[in-house]
Each structure stands twice: as C-alpha cells, then as structure tokens.
C-alpha cells in the first residue's frame, strides 16, 4: 500500500528557515566514482531515499564495501575494473532512472551477464538513449524492445567512440562518460549542455584528463581514460529540485517567506531561479560559494502576488527539466500566457509529465494546450478552488504528488492525494518539513 494523504486547508503564513536532502545527481554519482577509486571515499549529506538505497545494494553486489554510519556514508573503492562480480547477478535499480542508465557505463568492462530490472515506471522509460551509444563501446544488450530488462555483457576490449548526444540528456552523457574511464584513448561526446556534474567530478575530483568547448549550440566533451584515480571526501549541497517545492510553495502562500540552506544552484540546474525570477517572483540568491566547481547558495523566497507568465527560452529547459511540473503550477497563478516549447523530453520521465501535468491543470480549471513537445498555459491570479479533487494514476511520480501537494496547499479545495509513498524515491522527509512549515495533513 502506498498511501495517500488528504489536504483541506491552504497553508497559513509562515517566516522560516529550512534545509533540503542532498542533491540526488550528485548522490549517484559520488557512489558511482568512488566505487571505482583507489582507497577510501566519504559523503557527508548523502541522500537518504530509495533510489540511493538502490544504488547502494547494486553496487555492494559488484564486491565493493559501503558503510554507512550517522553523518557519513565511507566506500572502499576498488579501482578502476576492480569490481569482484559473481556471475548473473540480477540488478534493481527501482524507480531511479539516472542509476539505471549510469549502471550501463559502470559495468562496461564487466564479462559477467547482468540483468536490469526496475519498477513500474521505470520499465516503461527508453533505454536506447544509452543502449546505442554504449553498444558503439563494444558492450552488448539484449532488451524488452529497448525497455527492462535489460541483459548487459560489457567486454574487455573496449574501444573509444565518439557520439553525438542531441536530447540534452546528462543521463545519457555519463553513461558515455563512465564507460570513458575503463576505454583506452579518448572518448568524444558531442552534446547539449545539460547538468554537469559528471564534468566537475572528473575534474575536481578524480583530477582525469578532461577537455569541455564549446561549438556553437553543443559542448565537445573529450576523455582520455584508463586513468585511475584516488578516492575523494564529497559534502553533498542540498538538492534544488527537492528545495523547487518549497520555492513554489512560499510564492503561492499569502505573506510568507522562506530560507532554503545550502543548496546546489550550479548553472546547468537553476533554470528555475532564471524562469521565476523572470516572472517577478521575488527570490534572491545568497551566500554564494563554489565547491568542487559546483556552486552553492541560501534561496531566499517570498510571497509573489504580482506573477507575469513566461515564454520560456529554449536554452532554459535542460536547466529546469525536473522543476517544470512546479514551474507549471506557479504559471496557472501567473497574469497571461505562459509558454514552453521543446519539452518533449518531459513524456520520457518517471510518468509523461507533460501530459500528467496537462490533465492536473485542467482538473483545476486552468485552460492548457498541449502539444507532443509544448504547453501553453492560460494563468489566472484569481484562481480560487472549493471543490473535491483526487490526483492518481500517475505511475507513483514523486514530482507528480509533491506538486499536487503544493497545490493543495496553496490553492485551497478538498484534495485526496494518491501514492505519498513515492516521495520515498527523492525526497522521504518532504511531509514532515511542510508540517513544520505548518501544513495540515492527514
Ligand atoms: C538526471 C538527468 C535528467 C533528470 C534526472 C536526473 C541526472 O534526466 O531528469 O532526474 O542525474 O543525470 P535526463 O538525462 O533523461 O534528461
């Protein structure tokens, strides 16, 4: 049973201070990496949910020792190819699209047979995205039409390939990337910027050959691999897409303001600080600082009565892809016609999003159009809701309830919200900071 919870107050005014888990991004990937470095590595504000307790089990099934203890997670890395894989082992990686497709990579030098499987909603995601690009590598896959399962023999005769990644997809560029450290010469990827975090740790933190320019409206990204690399302590920002909700959540209350600690604000993430900014919300970035290339910041958020909708500039979305279902929600309240174009990526997530997304806005009584990759949204600042709504069948999305949540909260009416389990996957304390907040829910 997963739960659903019942929402029939708005939330009353609130002036707080709060901290976001860590950013799950960047969660996987130090997991990831420090599996494969020389010694020890330790997180510190790892994230907690089940995606990263997936990603943990799988990688303790390839030999490598994780513990865990309060306020620490320490991985005794194995080196590069060092994993001690026993024959058919059966991988879940649940409901985590990025662990999943980034598992691929991990184990490319791997002969062993491994089986992918995952939940519901992640049987349903595409995986040619990555199968393509890594079968170029030299590793094979035998798939359900390009869906879980998936069977993975990877090879050790790797071999350098360059590819072209035109989706903007960060999922896809690691996973190229991640098979790039056990490939002898250099692996090139041609791609549409999207979230770096990959970069920066090679970077910053495994110190490998690495070379980022620029051409035109793509990044040429070149590794050099078979370069090992010592293990390395990460303290892990809070994660901007769980800190969105209460972003949306302080804008559409009445007198409100809200501090947000510490969280990750790199460029490739915060679209979301760009759109609403754009639309006169009144949010302020402080304190910032750079850590590991990464930068972070406090978000300072207050009520915004005064919203203007948006047309979103193309180059915004790869920057904002998780945020748009609150970004969304904060354009039914804003004056005008908001619109975003190019987001069909949005129907390749944990459910299609952009028609999730559509038919909730309608259920509200916001006028939308949607089309295969665009939305136009028709605002109403005076949108005032009384009635009963029930939000279900939305393949347990965790963004899908959070926002719905925030809606509840926000926008008044008698809401019966389904699947509150699935904020397990990102976010598992995202009730109990609303109930700090003051939120009364059931
Ligand atoms: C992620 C990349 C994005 C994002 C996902 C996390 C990552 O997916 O939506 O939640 O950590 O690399 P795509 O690569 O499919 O755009």
Redesign the pocket.
């Known amino acids: 049973m997963s739960g659903s919870v019942i929402i029939k107050n708005k939330i009353k005014s609130f002036n707080k201070s709060i901290s976001v888990p860590g950013d799950?991004?960047i969660s996987?990937?130090w997991l990831i990496l420090a599996s494969q470095a020389i010694g020890k590595s330790r997180a510190y504000n790892l994230l907690e949910s089940d995606d990263i307790r997936n990603t943990i089990s799988s990688i303790r099934s390839l030999g490598v020792k994780i513990k865990k203890s309060k306020g620490h997670c320490e991985i005794n890395g194995v080196g590069l190819n060092g994993f001690n894989d026993n024959k058919n082992i059966t991988i879940n990686a649940g409901n985590s699209?990025?662990f999943a497709?980034?598992f691929c990579g991990l184990i490319a030098k791997s002969e062993n047979k491994f089986k992918l499987i995952g939940d519901k909603s992640l049987s349903k995601r595409d995986f040619s995205?990555v199968i393509k690009p890594l079968n170029k590598f030299g590793i094979k896959f035998l798939s359900n039409n390009n869906k879980l399962p998936l069977i993975i023999e990877g090879t050790s005769f790797l071999r350098p390939i360059t590819f072209e990644e035109d989706?903007?997809?960060?999922?896809?560029?690691?996973a190229i990337m991640i098979t790039s450290l056990n490939t002898p010469g250099e692996t090139v990827i041609k791609c549409i910027p999207?979230?770096n975090?990959?970069e920066l740790m090679f970077k910053h933190c495994l110190k490998i050959p690495i070379k980022i320019n620029k051409r035109g409206k793509y990044e040429i990204i070149k590794v050099q691999g078979m370069k090992q690399f010592k293990g390395f302590d990460y303290n892990i920002p809070g994660d901007i897409?769980s800190a969105a909700f209460f972003i949306g959540l302080t804008i559409l209350s009445n007198n409100s303001k809200l501090l947000i600690k510490k969280v990750n604000i790199n460029k490739s993430r915060s679209g979301i600080i760009e759109i609403l900014k754009r639309m006169n919300a009144k949010i302020k970035l402080m304190n910032k600082k750079f850590y590991y290339g990464e930068e972070i910041a406090d978000i300072k958020v207050e009520s915004s009565n005064f919203l203007r909708s948006i047309k979103c500039p193309k180059k915004l979305n790869?920057k904002s892809?998780?945020e748009f279902l609150i970004i969304f929600l904060i354009c039914a309240n804003a004056k005008g016609i908001s619109e975003f174009n190019n987001i069909h990526?949005l129907r390749?997530?944990e459910s299609d999003r952009l028609k999730v997304a559509s038919n909730f806005l309608r259920q509200i009584g916001i006028k939308v159009v949607e089309k295969i990759g665009s939305l136009k949204i028709y605002g109403n600042p005076n949108l005032k809701l009384d009635n009963r709504f029930e939000v279900k069948g939305f393949l347990k999305d965790h963004r899908v309830f959070m926002m719905s949540c925030i809606a509840a909260l926000t926008m008044g009416g008698n809401f019966k919200i389904h699947d509150k389990d699935s904020v397990n996957s990102s976010f598992p304390n995202f009730l109990k900071i609303l109930k700090k907040l003051g939120a009364s829910i059931n």
């Open positions: 799950k991004s996987i990937r699209g990025t497709r980034l995205r989706k903007g997809s960060a999922q896809v560029k690691s999207s979230r975090h990959t897409s790869t892809i998780d990526e390749q997530k």
